[in-house]
């Protein structure tokens, strides 16, 4: 190498160095660290309960029928037992025997989970169905002789291949989006069936009737021609389908939604993303400060969000004594970014104090995570202890309160470690949905049966752009209950899988045309951290709420209950309720016979149902 070459050469080394230090040192201006102290401004919440008084009417009876010995449909029941719950309905298991002596009523409703049918006296449903009695069957089963109360004109037995996907023919309840063949979010095993002419469908699957309603004789059946309702996904169908076979049916939302930042304040990486450097031209702290943030604040700002986010202490994956000193080369990233979110209005929840899933060696986990286990739990005590300090040193008085698993992965190590080092968490987050995955942490909505010092918030959905299915599954769990609770990781943007090979400039987009359409359809979810949403869902869950149904008159009744509270009405198609002005304020569902929002202002609510003039 020549003289002149090597001077060169060494010149623009110096420069590209030069740069290095010059865009390290403008990383660390990105970041003004701020002296003001932020307080965490908890959620309140009214909460009444009605005047003892004489109501008329008859309240809703809901009867369940599973042969005991049809596994299948003993999972359908409790499937449905817990969809039921969170609307703040409540069935009644019954046999075969006591099924018999069921008094037909326009608010009687029979629930057949499974398809074993064997024990069921045909001629005692007839009658029943005859007289006024509701029918309303979750599993498919495959018996002839009910082909007339079912509104089938002829029954070809089972299809000999599964069925995927789903359409919406008529709306059961607004927002669900179709899901094609190619979808396997619903696979099915179905009859192949054709239908009367009068019989009315509302659901169907590659062309075959899915849901559908019979009239027969004064009373009516609703039909699954579905192996679905096994699952969690489709709780909120199966919950407002039961009113498809009354003629009216309140069902109580608890009228909440959430948004988490997971990952987040984290220490931000210090390197040129080409995603970022393409579209922007920015480092990538550069870009977090000056673009994403400043779109997440305007979000905030445009839509409601309180924000919660999940806080990590970094990305190494040491799980054993002595553990790395946090911060380091990120002083200022972590309070800056802290300080912002709770100068919304937000909440900071922990993450852990590296990504490395709370377990041992001895409890479940996918090994293509590749995380490395923790020797024991007392090692996670104190890589979590780590993070306690560093929050107090960082947001003084703001207490961790919220606690996501990294990856969802979570075991009793993990919980009685968290139990002990952070007593201040109360809510763990993971997952409602999982795969087959080891090691997921699937949750139900409520106290944690192993460790009831812990309430179970899981996530419902993530992502700025929500395909079909994520649609599908936020809109199942608002009309089960009213609830959404949506994750999105920061970098999602800097990952070409998880973006999709999309810049932020499409993912914002199509993340902000979600929440403007979620707000335009259900305006009446409140947007809370996640510690207050888990307080009002508390409370939600304590109140009793009572139901007093007539041909023109409904009243709704509440103990110990939020105020406002939120239910979804059904209706005759010919019918439209009317309150006074001070009980509330009633809101016809887009695209929807007879369904409608009440926002019900005092704890006793009368609705009148008015004929509709022709």
């Known amino acids: ?46 909460v009444k309960s009605s005047a003892q008084s004489s109501i008329t009417g008859d309240k809703l ?70 007289e006024g009695g509701r029918l309303l069957a979750f599993t498919r089963f495959y018996a002839p002789e009910w082909n007339d109360m079912l509104g089938i004109e002829s029954n070809n037995e089972f299809i000999e291949r599964t069925i995927h996907g789903i359409e919406v023919n008529q709306t059961v309840f607004p927002g669900y ?69 009354l003629d009216s049916l309140v069902t109580s939302q608890v ?58 202490g970094n990305y190494q994956n040491q799980t054993s004594s002595p553990l790395p000193t946090l911060l380091g080369n990120y002083p200022k990233i972590l309070p800056y970014f802290g300080s912002k979110l709770l100068g919304q209005g937000g909440e900071i929840g922990l993450h852990g104090y590296n990504h490395q899933s709370l377990v041992t060696a001895k409890e479940p986990i996918d090994t293509n995570l590749g995380y490395v286990p923790w020797p024991d739990k007392a090692s996670m005590v104190e890589s979590l202890q780590r993070m306690v300090e560093l929050s107090n040193d960082l947001f003084p008085g703001h207490e961790l309160k919220t606690y996501v698993p990294p990856s969802n992965v979570l075991n009793k190590t993990g919980k009685a470690a ?22 997921f942490l699937e949750q139900e909505f409520g106290v944690d049966s192993e460790f009831p010092q812990f309430t179970n918030f899981p996530r419902i959905s993530s992502g700025y752009w929500l395909d079909d299915s994520t649609k ?22 800097l990952d070409i899988q998880r973006s999709g090979g999309k810049g932020w400039k499409y993912l914002s987009e199509q993340f902000e045309a979600w929440m403007a359409s979620l707000n335009r359809n259900y305006a009446y979810l409140q947007p809370l951290t996640v510690r207050d949403a888990v307080k009002k869902l508390s409370i939600y869950s304590a109140g009793k709420v009572d139901v007093h149904y007539s041909k023109d008159v409904i009243t709704i009744t509440t103990k110990d209950e939020l105020v406002p509270m939120h239910y979804t009405v059904r209706v005759p198609d010919n019918r439209t309720p009317e309150i006074s ?34």
């Open 61 to 130: 009876s809901l009867y369940m029928y599973t042969n005991p010995k049809d596994s299948e449909g003993n999972k359908v029941k409790v499937n449905l037992q817990t969809a039921l719950g969170l609307a703040k309905l409540h069935a009644d298991s019954i046999t075969a025997d006591e099924l018999r002596t069921i008094k037909p009523n326009p608010w009687t409703v029979i629930l057949l989970t499974g398809e074993d049918i064997s024990e069921l006296d045909q001629t005692v449903i007839q009658s029943y169905l005859k």
């Open 581 to 614: 002005k001070a009980a509330g304020v009633l809101t016809r569902m887009e695209h929807t016979d007879g369904l409608w929002h009440l926002e019900a202002h005092q704890p006793t609510v009368t609705l009148q149902l008015k004929e509709m003039k022709p």
């Open 472 to 493: 599908f599954y936020v809109n199942d769990v608002i009309a089960n209950f009213g609830l959404v609770n949506h994750f999105v990781h920061p970098d999602d943007a």
């Open 255 to 312: 009228a909440v939604r959430s948004l988490n930042i997971d990952d987040f304040p984290s220490p931000v990486p210090l390197v040129v993303n080409p995603l970022i450097r393409q579209e922007y031209g920015l480092s990538t702290p550069a870009f977090y400060e000056r673009i994403w943030w400043a779109d997440m604040a305007r979000f905030a700002k445009l839509y409601g969000w309180k924000y919660t986010g999940l806080m990590i």
């Open 418 to 439: 968290i139990a002990e080092a952070v007593p201040s968490i109360d809510i763990i987050s993971s997952l409602y949905y999982t795969g087959e995955e080891e090691g």
């Open 1 to 46: 190498m020549s003289r002149k070459l090597i001077i060169f050469t060494c010149v623009i080394v110096s420069v590209l160095l030069l740069g290095v230090g010059l865009q390290t040192i403008r990383t660390v201006d990105l970041f003004p660290l701020s002296s003001a102290r932020n307080v965490y401004q908890e959620a309140q919440f009214s």
């Open 177 to 245: 989006p179709n899901l094609p063949a190619s979808n396997a979010l619903f696979s099915n095993s179905m009859l192949d069936i054709k239908l009367k002419p009068q019989v009315k469908v509302y659901l169907s699957a590659e062309g075959v009737p899915m849901l559908w309603k019979n009239n027969y004789g004064q009373g009516s059946v609703v039909f699954w021609n579905s192996t679905n309702s096994i699952q969690k996904v489709g709780r909120g169908l199966m919950v407002q389908s039961i009113g498809l076979a």
